[in-house]
């Protein structure tokens, strides 16, 4: 990990982040299918919004983007559609790409446009004060539902599938392997992918609700996360309350920038 460190991180230690925070996990698996890959990093462009995740991108060593809350898309897809050689990813919370964002991110799915996007979802507004986000359970508590969350949450997966999205995965810090290989994936698939990283907040999620120490939030994504790939062998009662890890859609369909760019060139007359 040191080499990792001292190539693709930005001197800029101490982070913000809470101890015990899984965003850090999140971010090395981010970094290790990076490296896997070889992405040259003068053709990588990492964009985030607002939030506790979206401070990740100022640690690394790209060209990087911090935007306005939930607008991480838009900005990315400007990049994409500007420099459509570049990998663009998107690092994004739950708050940021399924509320303020909500809108951005079902039409970016929709139109198939070349971006890996990371939702760091820790099920709660970290930074700015616990608030419940779309993607908090139901009767969890926050700081807006002191006596629990009264909405039901998005399922993230299906929310892309569903608006259009040609690649989905989900993992956890608890299985960071399997994270930063689902990452690795998603950059290499060719239209919107979004992988959903779920990442205990032990601070603004943990305290409220009283789920103890970190290690016991790591401990919750074993116990209650089952592999995709062994859905077909579990019973109804095995599987009831448990969150399928693993890739759980990927298809393949025109992408809106190799599109836009025929667009253009029959524009031109043929002249590209
Ligand atoms: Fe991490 Fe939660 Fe602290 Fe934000 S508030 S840095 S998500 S532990």
Known sequence: MEQLLEKYFR?????????????????AAIVRAIDKLGLDQDKTTIV?????????????????????????????????LTKPGHKVLVITGDGDATAIGGN?????????????????????????GGQYSPLTPHLAKATTAPYGNVDRAFDLAELAKGAG???????????????????A??????GFAV???MTGCPISFGRQNKLGK??????????NTVPVEAMGKLTPEQLAGKIPI???HQKTAPEYTAEYGKIIKQAMGGRS
């Open 11 to 27: 001197p800029k230690l101490p982070h913000m982040w809470c101890p015990g925070c899984g965003n850090g996990i999140v971010t």
């Open 48 to 80: 985030s919004g607002i939030g506790c995740s979206s401070r990740a991108p100022g640690y690394l060593h790209f060209d990087t983007l911090h935007t306005a809350h939930g607008r991480a898309l838009p900005f990315a897809t400007g990049i994409k």
């Open 104 to 128: 951005h991110f079902i039409h970016a799915a929709r139109r198939n446009i070349d971006l890996t996007v990371i939702v760091f979802n820790n099920n709660i507004y970290g930074m700015t």
């Open 165 to 183: 999205a040609t690649f989905v995965a989900r993992s956890t810090t608890y299985h960071a392997k399997q994270l930063a290989e689902l990452v």
């Open 185 to 190: 994936k998603a950059i290499q698939h060719e």
């Open 195 to 197: 992988v959903e990283a």
């Open 214 to 223: 970190p290690a016991a939030l790591l401990a919750w994504q074993r116990d």
């Open 246 to 248: 693993g890739l759980l």
